[in-house]
């Protein structure tokens, strides 16, 4: 008997073993944040406010230099006036339209005693599209005590939808502070090369090596050592396959964001592999067990 407790005991380890190897083999990823909520023409102004308000506080990243709320940044002006100033800024010129303006182009006016610095609202980082910037604008008026006279129109729902969403890569490599280096997509700054079709001449894992160890290779022309080395390294995997898999398919190249090559190396799959692996292993461990008690003496023996 002591052989079968032996035998199922060594199968157990081999099992967990194994499971443990293959499961730390699977890549870890990010997860993603929740689909945001669609913004339509019938989107009632309370819903839009609010879609603004996330909008404020997260992807636009505007209270890194504007406040909300009586404690804040006032790199910017005080939003909670914004909307009931908005009428009286601009010499005939309408609050709505002031608003927009004031997120679009905000170089086009400036709020007296401020500097020139505020990014537009739909260029990168924040790359919002126009019914996101009314969202905004809903919630700016909502915020000043009014009502929201901001209109969602059917043509700004067909603008965001041809646009497409941002691809993810793209995002990430304004967070990243590749765009203040790179050109990609005609946007960008011109300390390292243009990079929109750097794609063409390279592999995915070439891409991959030299954002996390820039000295692989340098570009012609250029000086090595500009491009941050520690950069890359900070980057958390999920996004650094987002910017490899948005830089392939600028030059009309695949990559799955999730860093698989093949069906085969999907993390579903390979789970799924897995989990198959260790039934095996349990019916053939169940198996040994069962011919051990059919033959007990000659195993005692
Ligand atoms: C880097 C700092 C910075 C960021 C980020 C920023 N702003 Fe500004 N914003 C300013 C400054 C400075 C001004 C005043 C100068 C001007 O008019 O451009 C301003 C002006 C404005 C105005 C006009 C206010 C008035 O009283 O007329 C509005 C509205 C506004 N910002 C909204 C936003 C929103 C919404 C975002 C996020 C999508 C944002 N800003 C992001 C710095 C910033
Ligand atoms: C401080 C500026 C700077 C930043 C930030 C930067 N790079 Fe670079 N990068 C350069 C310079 C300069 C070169 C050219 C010299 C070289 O190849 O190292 C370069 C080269 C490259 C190349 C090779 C281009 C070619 O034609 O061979 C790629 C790809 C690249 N960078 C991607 C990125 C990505 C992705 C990021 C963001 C994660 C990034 N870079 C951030 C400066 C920068």
């Not at 000086?223 to 900070?234: N, V, Y």
């Not at 490899?244 to 789970?271: D, F």
């Amino acid at each position: 008997m002591k052989l079968t407790f032996l035998k199922i005991f060594v199968f157990l380890i081999a099992t967990v073993s194994i499971y443990s190897y293959v499961g730390q083999l699977v890549p870890q990823f990010e997860e993603q944040p929740p689909a945001k909520k669609l913004i339509t023409v019938a989107t009632p102004p309370a819903e839009l406010a609010a879609i603004g308000e996330e909008l404020v506080r997260v992807k636009g990243g505007c209270l890194i230099c504007h406040k909300v709320t009586e404690s804040g940044n006032v790199r910017g002006p005080d939003l909670r006036q914004a909307a009931g100033l908005a009428g009286r800024r601009r010499e005939g010129m309408g609050a709505d339209a002031y608003l927009i303006e004031s997120l679009v182009t905000p170089d086009a006016y400036l709020v007296p005693g401020y500097p020139k610095m505020m990014p537009s609202a739909v260029k990168p980082p924040a790359n919002m599209n126009m019914a996101e910037v009314k969202a905004i604008i809903a919630y700016l008026q909502t915020l000043g005590g009014a009502e929201v006279s901001v209109k969602i129109l059917a043509e700004d729902i067909q603008a965001a939808k041809a646009a497409g969403p941002v691809h993810k890569g793209k995002e990430a490599m304004a967070t990243h502070g590749c765009i203040g280096c790179h050109k990609v997509e005609g946007e960008g700054g011109e300390v390292g090369p243009e990079i929109t079709k750097v794609g063409a001449g390279r592999t995915a894992e070439e891409l991959l090596k030299k954002i996390v160890e820039p000295s692989v290779w340098t570009a012609p022309g250029y000086a090595a050592g500009i491009m941050p080395a520690e950069l890359g390294k900070a980057i958390p995997p999920g996004e650094l396959h987002e910017i490899v898999a948005y830089l392939m398919g600028l030059s009309g190249k695949s990559y799955s964001p999730t860093g698989a090559e093949s069906p085969w190396s999907h993390e579903g799959v390979r789970l799924g592999l897995v989990v198959l692996v260790f039934n095996l292993i349990m019916l053939a461990a169940l198996a040994v067990a069962g011919r051990a008690d059919r033959r007990p003496k000659a195993e005692d023996a």
